[in-house]
């Protein structure tokens, strides 16, 4: 097959206006624009009257409006879907929710949620798990939907960091440009796709616990519900925001990351609150350079501020104040 063929296959033309086209693509402006086939080219968008009667359009841009009109079809038939479904659901009964039953279940949807996704994937990360610490990955399709540009965004509890298996999973997770905070404890296990469905991880069953980190250990017994869009739903919104302000950021790509001897001079001043001013005049730098070595240790720690910056060194034992 040639390229234009492989062009034109697109618009799904019949034997006819395929030549007709070939003859205008090869010819030029053509008498003609009244007939069946010609008004057929037009319709497609591959045509266009002309003073001499009939002449073929930009390709590409013919191109690039099917696939324009295409992806408003499918988006008013996802639309259209999912009204029905939520619409299906209300007559049973069942208002915006939908349970799913058993781990592997609970997993193939999340993947086909995360697969789903336009530009967010929020969860708040805890157990219990859906089999032991040591079984736990990363999601098998969260390379691939975070090639196509969805942003990832976790809160974890502060004990799964004790999980060296945990923390192996974070950084591949972070290495796939994942953001990640950290709270010391948090009320539920759920996922959020684009603020209009989330997927709650039912709490009310047996578990088992590895490292301080509950896991299921009756996988087919467990339940999960789909949260569509609802007052329900808002509230989740509302309740991840909140906890990720106050979440700490994380940062685990270096777990042996530790201030150089100039570094911990810089921190005790920082420590001790003077200002960038001076600071400089303490080191005999410019401020800039002193804003400067902030900026580059904030990167390090994966931090974003002095306060978060002074809470990851304290926590990691890295300067003694009293030295």
């Given at each position: ?48 009257p002309h003073s001499a009667g009939i002449a073929t359009t930009s390709l590409r841009l013919a191109i690039e409006l099917r696939a324009a009109s295409a992806r408003d079809r499918f988006d008013s038939a996802r639309e259209a879907a999912s009204e029905l479904h939520t ?88 290495a796939l440009g994942e953001q990640l905070r950290v709270v010391s404890v948090l009320p539920m296990r759920i996922s959020i796709v684009d603020d209009r469905i989330g997927l709650l991880v039912l709490p009310k069953l047996p578990v088992e616990a590895s490292v301080g ?111």
């Amino acid at each position: 097959m040639d390229e234009l063929a492989q062009v034109l296959e697109v618009f799904e033309l019949d034997e006819a206006q395929t030549a007709r086209y070939r003859e205008l693509h090869s010819s030029g402006p053509l008498p003609g624009g009244d007939s069946e086939v010609d008004r057929a080219l037009i319709s497609a968008g591959l045509a266009e009257p002309h003073s001499a009667g009939i002449a073929t359009t930009s390709l590409r841009l013919a191109i690039e409006l099917r696939a324009a009109s295409a992806r408003d079809r499918f988006d008013s038939a996802r639309e259209a879907a999912s009204e029905l479904h939520t619409e299906m659901y209300r007559r049973a009964g069942a208002g915006s929710f939908e349970v799913v039953h058993g781990r592997e279940a609970a997993s193939l949807t999340f993947n086909r949620l995360q697969l789903e996704a336009r530009s967010l994937v929020r969860s708040f990360d805890r157990g219990p798990y859906f089999g032991p610490i040591s079984q736990v990955t990363l999601s098998p399709v969260q390379e691939q939907v975070s090639a196509r540009g969805v942003t990832y965004q976790t809160i974890i509890e502060q004990r799964s960091l004790e999980s060296s298996d945990l923390r192996n999973m974070i950084r591949e997770g972070l290495a796939l440009g994942e953001q990640l905070r950290v709270v010391s404890v948090l009320p539920m296990r759920i996922s959020i796709v684009d603020d209009r469905i989330g997927l709650l991880v039912l709490p009310k069953l047996p578990v088992e616990a590895s490292v301080g980190v509950p896991h299921f250990n009756n996988p087919d017994a467990l339940k999960a519900m789909l949260v569509y869009e609802s007052t329900f739903l808002d509230g989740l919104i509302s309740m991840f925001t909140s906890y990720w302000d106050l979440g700490l950021p994380a940062h685990f790509t270096d777990p042996e990351v530790e201030p150089d001897v100039d570094d911990r001079s810089f921190l005790r001043l920082l420590a001790s609150g003077l200002t960038d001013s001076a600071i400089a005049h303490e080191l005999e730098v410019s401020p800039r350079t002193v804003q400067r070595r902030l900026n580059q240790l904030c990167h390090r720690f994966g931090v974003s501020s002095r306060f978060q910056l002074g809470v990851q060194v304290a926590r990691r034992g890295l300067l003694d104040l009293h030295d």
